[in-house]
């Protein structure tokens, strides 16, 4: 299995800025992916990346409201930028947990809980 | 379009008893997987079962089972022994596969289950 980390693990932010979470695993990994957990939902995919190369977005997801950054194998970002109060959600980064296996189960990471104001 | 089906948004239990919570899901593949992920107030998503859709034998997993029916594209989940720890929200989700390559992960809308000392 694969450890996860994040960063913060929680933040209240005022309305019109920008946060940058950070997502570390312990193993190398070939997709990441950012999830996010609007309160009392399910998790609704945002985007997934993969070193190297951009990000793939889901539909109502834009990567001028949350770019990514994937620079090795090990470690993301996703900024949530310009925020309004819709944005407050729990956002949760997870990865496969082997680059080569078709039994595995993607693996998350303890989840950042963000509260626009 | 796949989709996942929980129907059951809360669930209660006695402890020690046992709990069954239901999940269809629709599509056309032939080649997936199944899983059921628990998420506690701490709101870490932990693995708890998965099931491969080419096996026909149930996936078991010391309390926790799983009642695959494949052709009524049901997924539903046992708990036996129910333990306070127990208590969470418990999402269905379901992964296909192309050709060996993963496809995203989609979530139900999520089971709460209590469990009642």
């Known amino acids: 299995s694969a450890v996860i980390s994040q960063k913060p693990s929680r933040d209240i932010c005022q309305r019109g800025t920008s946060l940058t979470i950070q997502c570390q695993v312990d193993?190398?990994?070939?997709?990441m992916f950012w999830y996010r957990q609007q309160p009392g939902q399910s998790l609704t995919l945002i985007a997934t990346a993969n070193q190297g190369s951009e990000a793939t977005y889901e539909s109502g997801f834009v990567i001028d409201k949350f770019p990514i950054s994937r620079p090795n194998l090990t470690f993301s970002t996703l900024t949530v930028s310009n925020m309004s109060p819709e944005d407050s959600s729990i956002y949760l980064c997870?990865?496969?947990?082997?680059?080569?296996?078709?039994?595995?189960?993607?693996?998350f990471g303890p989840g950042t809980r963000l509260t626009v104001l | 379009a796949q989709t996942v089906t929980q129907s059951q948004p809360e669930m209660s239990v006695q402890e020690a008893e046992t709990v069954t919570l239901s999940c269809t899901y629709d599509t056309s593949e032939s080649d997936y997987y199944l899983f059921w992920y628990k998420q506690p107030p701490s709101r870490q998503m932990i693995l708890v079962i998965r099931?491969?859709?080419?096996?026909?034998q149930n996936a078991t997993e010391n309390r926790f089972s799983v009642n695959f029916q494949k052709a009524a594209k049901s997924f539903s989940l046992k708990i036996s022994d129910s333990q306070l720890g127990d208590a969470a929200m418990y999402f269905c989700a379901y992964r296909v596969l192309y050709g060996g390559s993963q496809g995203n992960l989609i979530f139900g809308k999520g089971t709460k289950l209590s469990v009642k000392p």
């Open positions: 193993s190398q990994v070939t997709m």
């Open positions: 099931q491969e859709a080419y096996k026909q």
């Open positions: 997870s990865v496969d947990g082997d680059r080569q296996g078709r039994q595995d189960p993607q693996y």
